[in-house]
């Protein structure tokens, strides 16, 4: 029961109860005498005021608690928005800052790469570019630190880009070795499958980022 149709039931009970007992003490039926009616609304009225003003009372305490209930929960949803609002300023700021890595990763990976088979004169290392070195060295630091910063959409998407990378690693590798006899002459079939590989993983690794198709 609402407290509107609770204060409703105590008003009916105690006018019944006040009518029943002034006509049973005073009256067997309706007079027809003006002054009986007027005492009568006289004994109504001093009899069920003091009961209306502590029922006025109440409801308006009971108002007072309602207002301050709807208040506090409107307080509650405006702070739970911010919160909420919050949390995803701090989400997209850890996204934007992912995004930001993930970039600067490829064009460092791609930065190393290009230089692979150009190097600066007498850069060289027994007899081999230090730029193909680094390529290698670099190759080996991001499948073991760099990888698991991008998202692959299956465990076979990332061995997919786990093999083509060990590939070029140990293609680079075995040419490093053939390189240390500094009379092997560097071909067009050493340098050509790792510029499409070169090509084909920055790409890939752009369109990864960027929630794209790839095909290797």
């Known amino acids: 029961m609402t407290n509107k149709n609770y204060v409703c039931t105590i008003v009916a009970i ?28 006289t004994f109504f009225a001093s009899t069920l005021s003091p009961v209306l003003a502590l029922i006025n009372i109440v409801v308006f305490i009971d108002l007072t608690k309602s207002i301050e209930r709807n208040r506090q929960m409107n307080e509650d949803a405006k702070n739970n928005e911010q919160e909420k609002r919050h949390e995803r300023e701090i989400e997209h700021q850890k996204a ?88 092997y002459k560097v071909e067009k079939n050493d340098i050509v499958p790792f510029l499409d590989f070169k090509t084909q993983l920055i790409k890939n690794l752009y369109a990864l980022i960027l929630e794209r198709k790839f095909e290797w």
């Open 14 to 41: 105690l006018s019944i109860g006040v009518l029943l007992t002034y006509f049973y003490q005073f009256h067997v039926g309706l007079s027809n005498r003006q002054s009986d009616w007027s005492d009568f609304a």
């Open 96 to 183: 934007m800052q992912l995004f930001r890595l993930r970039v600067d990763t490829i064009q460092r990976l791609d930065s190393v790469l290009e230089k692979t088979f150009s190097p600066i004169i007498n850069e060289c290392q027994n007899g081999i570019p230090t730029t193909l070195l680094s390529t290698v060295s670099e190759l080996e630091s991001f499948l073991k630190n760099k990888m698991d910063i991008f998202d692959f959409s299956s465990k076979e998407e990332k061995e997919l880009f786990m093999r083509k990378i060990i590939e070029c690693h140990k293609s680079l590798t075995s040419l490093s070795i053939r390189m240390k006899d500094q009379s």
